[in-house]
């Protein structure tokens, strides 16, 4: 085994601490966006490989519990073939990003273990995750989005089991076809049917003053987060004229809407219960509230969202979330091998059944689009969003845009509330990396 250096257990102990900072402070960003550690020890630090996957060896994976029973199914069936051996954890991700901080340099760590994609840059470069050499074969099975979302610098890092983004989420008693163009989503939600005694119309909701729904409209305008296909936190182009655009989209958006949307920490429960109530024409949600829609027993469709006046469709963010490969690893090469088994197009309906998740198996979503409409609709939103920024410094634009998205609702300019986001934002990644 390699003798660990100074300078990457400064890295470790630093990231430790990161992890637990996280933990406490990052209430402000959605779940998946959590980043921990800076750039510090190089992924070859990690412990050499030891065993060849020929049967017998064991294997230590932590599955995160809402996938877990298919977990343990596929550990079953890959334990029956091969005659290996899975030791099987359920480990929620937060506690699991500790955990790993503290336990992977101390050689007590998993071999695998669940992760979010925009966690690949930052954990990569610790050296927390190690890159994973999938089959071509397997490598086939898998959404090319999420493949490419999940790949930093070359090397995949995370092999994706399930995806996530926005929809369109209607009404088919209040309206029966969901609009495709701009024009068309005004035309509903200026129909008198949807207008709330005066307080906007119930024709269209979103919680657009939280950044994570309103960053489609940025991306659909022409702006963008980072340069370099999101790796260049040097170049944002947060407040460049297709910024601006989206976010004027935005702030009109936000005139139309009960004056109750623009506070993000409660315009979500204010939207679920009003379209549960069967008042509102449409909102924009993901697939976790199709639950609370079957309770209300509404007639409910989804669809992709509409196009802006420029033509392009509503880019809303997607995240991808699967299993990582720990850079303290026991059993890469078994590890690889259970990989390659478990994302086979088999086995993709029964994860979709075990978990409520969408799985990214191209095939699966291919077979299922013409008869699922959840499926067909987040067929075609997949390919139109954007992958939320998988280095460190995109944490530090939550906050700061949040605030810009929601002084929109009081009437703020769109270009002025953009550069300030972006001023703040520049001083952010300045204090992130001071001392570097």
Known sequence: MKRMSMKRIAALLASAALVLTTMVGCTQSPPSESGTGANT????????????PTGGGTISVWAEPSCYAWVQEMAAKWE????????????????????HALDGPAGLGPD??????????????QGM????????????CIVPAAVDACTFEDNLYLVPLYMRTNLL?????????????????????????????????????????????????????????YGNNNTDPSEIGLNN????????????????????????????????GLFTEGKVGMMVRGTDVIPSLVEANINY????????????VIANYSGFTGMAMSGFAHEPELATEFLNFIVQDQFAASFAEKTGLIPCNQKYLDDNSSSNETIKAFNEQISYSVPMVKIIEGNQTWDPMHAAMGSLATGADPKEALDTAVKQIEDNIASLHAGQ
């Open 301 to 312: 469709g989804l669809a992709r969202m509409p196009k802006l006046p420029n033509g392009n």
């Open 80 to 99: 029956e073939e091969t005659g290996n051996h899975v030791e099987l954890t359920e480990m929620p991700m937060v506690d699991g990003d500790y955990k």
């Open 169 to 225: 989420i209607y009404n088919k008693d209040l309206v029966p076809t969901p609009p495709d163009t701009w024009d068309e989503l005004l035309a509903v939600i200026n129909d008198p049917k949807f207008d709330n005694n005066g307080d906007g119309s119930l024709g269209f909701l979103c919680n657009l003053g939280d950044f994570y729904n309103s960053a489609g409209f940025i991306w659909a305008g022409g702006g963008y987060m």
């Open 241 to 272: 004229e297709g910024a601006v655009e989206g976010a004027t989209r935005v702030k009109e958006l936000f005139g139309l809407m009960p004056k109750g949307m623009g506070d993000r920490t409660t315009a979500n429960d204010l939207m679920l």
């Open 129 to 140: 995750y190690a890159p994973i050499k999938l089959s071509d074969e397997a490598l086939s």
């Open 112 to 125: 695998l273990m669940a992760g979010p994609h925009n966690d690949v840059g930052d954990k990569s470069t």
């Open 41 to 52: 020890a190089p992924i070859s630090d990690a412990p050499e490989q030891t065993n060849s």
